[in-house]
């Protein structure tokens, strides 16, 4: 199973929006909505920012979102905040009934 | 408050054993599937195991299996994990995960890990 592809690094100003995207195949980003995104800041855990898809779980900033169309789901994050500098990784459910991840993206506030 | 608490990592040896356990608290831990996923250093994320709820059902990435064992023990709310033949690309840190309901699909919550360097 190989990994989805995310871009290595994305970056935006404070206050900006931007957009990361996670691309996969039919056998698991296209298969199901059950694609997620997870925060991870350095030397921390992973924390869970979306599931489903598109929702937000609760304590979770409405800054967040999360689309899907075909094989490719975005999360957006609007109104860019410093502690939003972090990586971000994108996982999905598989045909497999495995579970793969995103290399990972690094968010850089400028 | 839900709290995840990694332990059994270390130093070893290539071609030895390792055991990890988590200790889980503040939910019904025999009521949700769990899961292991490990990032090596300055890499990303990797899924590396999950089990339902009941134990009855395990699952493994084809990179990991016949090598690794998941098992939980609900009367003690604990997870574990047995590596064997270690090798030095299995040299991370190792996440226990809960997961939603007796889904494996996501991780709701994560532990701080435990670090197992192979060298």
């Known amino acids: 199973q190989s990994a989805l592809t995310q871009p290595a690094s994305v970056s935006g100003s404070p206050g900006q929006s931007i957009t990361i995207s996670c691309t996969g195949t039919?056998?698991?980003?296209?298969?199901?909505?059950?694609v997620s995104w997870y925060q991870q800041h350095p030397g921390k855990a992973p924390k869970l920012m979306i599931s489903?898809?598109?929702n937000r779980p609760s304590g979770v900033s409405y800054r967040f979102s999360g689309s899907k169309s075909g094989n490719t789901a975005s999360l957006t994050i609007s109104g860019l905040q410093a502690d939003d500098e972090a990586d971000y990784y994108c996982?999905?459910?598989?045909?497999?009934?495995?579970?793969?991840f995103g290399g990972g993206t690094k968010l850089t506030v400028l | 408050e839900v709290q995840l608490l990694e332990s059994g990592g270390g130093l070893v040896q290539p071609g030895e054993s390792v055991r990890l356990s988590c200790a889980a608290s503040?939910?019904?831990?025999?009521?949700?599937?769990m899961s292991w996923v490990r990032q090596a250093p300055g890499k990303g994320l990797e899924w590396v195991s999950s089990?339902?709820?009941?134990?009855?059902?395990?699952y493994y990435p084809d990179s990991v299996k016949g090598r690794f064992t998941i098992s939980r023990d609900n009367s003690k709310n604990t997870l574990s994990l047995q590596i064997n033949s270690l090798r030095a690309e299995d040299t991370a840190v190792y996440y226990c995960?809960?997961?939603?309901?007796?889904?494996?699909?996501?991780?709701?919550?994560w532990g701080q890990g435990t670090l197992v360097t192979v060298s």
């Open positions: 995960a809960k997961n939603p309901e007796r889904s494996i699909r996501l991780f709701d919550y």
């Open positions: 503040g939910f019904t831990f025999s009521s949700y599937a």
């Open positions: 089990i339902h709820y009941t134990g009855g059902s395990t």
């Open positions: 039919s056998s698991d980003v296209g298969a199901y909505d059950y």
């Open positions: 489903d898809v598109s």
């Open positions: 996982s999905s459910f598989t045909t497999s009934r495995t579970v793969v």
